[in-house]
């Protein structure tokens, strides 16, 4: 164990150490990448489908060993008991109790009070009538989640005027406020630690505009979600209208919480229940499938060979739904935040890349914006499909066009297209035969491109519950396999120490120093304006 670890840690060896990974690396290596041999696991009502990934007997076998070797089972039963899951912050990471149907004795009483909380206060706005719109304030976690499920469910219409700010970007507060009447405004301030400056100024942007609007007790329609009450309570809002959750839940797997909130304000509860049974039916999975046909134990080990057999540094997503357009970013912080690390548990430098760079928008526009690029671009990347069995509009034919072209890209980058056919191919038109060669490398597709479908049955809250979760769980293997603390994020917070130190001097309250050039010049230019 390194000196400084916590002395209770398990101590693991580097990975790239350790015969396991050296097998699984070239088990991968070993591996069809090419024949698409059906493989599809049913994980809490989604088909994942991991055909189009590298596949052997003897990878998943060193796939089950790697995991073994890596105390799998045990790590993941303390992830669902509440055990120290993030060691740095010295806390569990157990957003599986926010969703349970019954939840952990330790925690069940304050998770269910605080459920109820919620859902009586989304009664008592409905009852009352008095507000049609909402104004959510949050950024991170604390927005991305919401902002997915609402729009995602909320597509064809929600039952009040929603609007999410996030961005410190006055632009984004000026949007957010136009066009919306004060007194019908309620304004819901999210934050995990309720000391994040984009939203504490856009909370107060908000408040003022509530106050200017001539509002006598402004504080009377905002609302607080926080795991800090304190810093809510002492910021102005009533511990009647705060709700609650808590450090053990991360921000970025906090929309199981309270930060669901504005999911039931604009959709109905019944949507934020549909969501965490979607979640808790994953867990479940998660926890009870054996290793081969678990979903998310799968996705993680496809996405291990192909960040670090094959060398993939980014993962594409693309949801083949219109609705889906929040997944992106929302994954890319769960991906990102999560996974985007140098060091393992003990302190060490990892001795293997960690998680890859993930990138994507809704098909079909990502095929008319970048789908050249993975098609025949030198490097690609994995693909995750991910596309309802039923649509919920009255357009069948669209639907027919969408599943074509989703499964048309997918074997496109399976099956790729030789020179030799190529040149067969065009030989009637092209009577010079270096010139039909020519052209044949250019049209040439690679093939054997590594892609995952998700099929879910169609976009209702427990699919979409079931699909996070999904997401959460493979990016939990992947951490434990890397070695690394998918829960804490380090390098965000130095940044915002960083902007804070910078927006002092830029306001004249500090003096301007220990700058690189560039920065100090900068610097200099907006300060000296007086900002
Ligand atoms: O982006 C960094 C981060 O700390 C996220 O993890 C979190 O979701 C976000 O900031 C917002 O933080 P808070 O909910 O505390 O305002």
């Given at each position: ?6 002395a ?15 097998a ?7 591996a ?45 039963a ?7 899951a993030?060691?740095?912050e ?14 952990p ?12 909380r919620?859902?009586?206060f ?5 009852a ?6 909402v ?6 976690g604390s927005d ?7 729009a ?5 219409g ?8 996030s961005?410190i ?20 301030v999210?934050?995990k630690?309720?000391n ?14 509530l ?19 304190d810093?809510a ?36 509860a019944?949507?934020?229940?549909g969501?965490l ?14 290793l ?23 993962l ?28 393992d ?24 914006t ?21 649509a ?5 034919e669209?639907?027919?066009l969408?599943v ?25 038109e ?28 169609r ?22 396999v ?18 804070s130190?910078?927006?002092?001097e ?10 690189d050039a ?9 300060g000296?304006?007086?900002?």
């Amino acid at each position: 164990m390194q000196e400084g670890a916590p002395a209770d840690l398990a101590s693991v060896a580097p990975l790239a150490e350790t015969a396991e990974w050296r097998a699984f690396v070239e088990a991968a290596h070993r591996a069809d990448r090419r024949a698409g041999t059906l493989r599809v696991v049913e994980a809490a009502g989604l088909s994942v489908d991991l055909s189009t990934q590298a596949q052997s007997d003897e990878l998943a076998a060193a796939g089950a060993a790697l995991l073994a070797a890596r105390d799998f089972e045990a790590a993941r039963a303390r992830l669902l008991e509440g055990g120290i899951a993030n060691c740095t912050e010295n806390r569990a990471a157990w957003h599986t109790a926010l969703r349970a149907e019954e939840p952990p004795g330790r925690v069940a009483g304050r998770v269910l009070a605080e459920r109820d909380r919620v859902r009586a206060f989304v009664r008592h706005v409905d009852a009352e009538g008095r507000f049609d719109s909402v104004v959510h304030i949050g950024i991170g976690g604390s927005d991305w989640g919401p902002k997915l499920v609402v729009a995602a469910l909320g597509y064809a219409g929600t039952r009040r005027q929603m609007r999410f700010v996030s961005n410190i970007d006055g632009h984004a507060i000026e949007a957010g406020l136009i066009g919306l009447d004060p007194r019908r405004t309620l304004v819901v301030v999210s934050s995990k630690s309720f000391n994040t400056t984009e939203t504490l100024h856009n909370a107060d942007c908000a408040l003022r505009w509530l106050r200017e609007a001539g509002i006598a007790d402004p504080w009377e329609q905002v609302v607080a979600v926080t795991a800090n009450p304190d810093a809510a309570r002492d910021m102005g809002v009533a511990p009647e209208r705060t709700f609650t959750f808590w450090d053990w839940a991360g921000g970025r797997y906090s929309v199981w919480s309270a930060i669901g909130l504005p999911i039931a304000l604009a959709l109905g509860a019944e949507a934020l229940d549909g969501l965490l049974q979607g979640a808790a039916a994953m867990d479940v999975h998660f926890a009870t499938a054996p290793l081969a046909a678990n979903g998310p134990v799968q996705l993680a080990l496809a996405g291990l060979a192909n960040r670090n057999a094959f060398g993939y540094a980014s993962l594409n997503i693309a949801p083949y739904d219109a609705r889906l357009v929040h997944l992106v970013p929302y994954l890319q912080q769960l991906e990102m935040e999560s996974l985007g690390k140098s060091v393992d548990l003990e302190g060490r430098p990892v001795t293997v890349p960690t998680g890859p760079v993930v990138w994507g928008m809704p098909g079909t526009d990502g095929q008319h914006t970048f789908f050249q690029w993975l098609h025949q671009g030198p490097e690609g990347a994995p693909v995750d499909f991910i596309i309802c069995r039923e649509a919920d509009h009255p357009y069948p034919e669209h639907h027919r066009l969408l599943v074509a072209n989703c499964l048309a890209q997918r074997e496109a980058l399976l099956r790729g297209k030789s020179a030799s056919v190529l040149e067969a191919e065009l030989a009637p038109e092209e009577s010079d035969p270096a010139r039909a060669a020519w052209l044949a490398r250019h049209k040439m597709h690679p093939g054997g491109r590594p892609s995952t479908l998700i099929v879910l049955p169609r976009l209702s809250a427990h699919a979409l519950g079931a699909l996070l979760a999904l997401y959460e769980h493979k990016v939990f293997v992947q951490g434990l396999v890397w070695g690394i603390n998918p829960y804490d994020q380090w390098g965000v917070e130095y940044g915002k120490v960083l902007a804070s130190g910078i927006a002092r001097e830029l306001a004249g309250k500090a003096p301007a120093g220990g700058h690189d050039a560039s920065t100090a010049y900068w610097v200099a230019q907006w300060g000296n304006g007086g900002m």
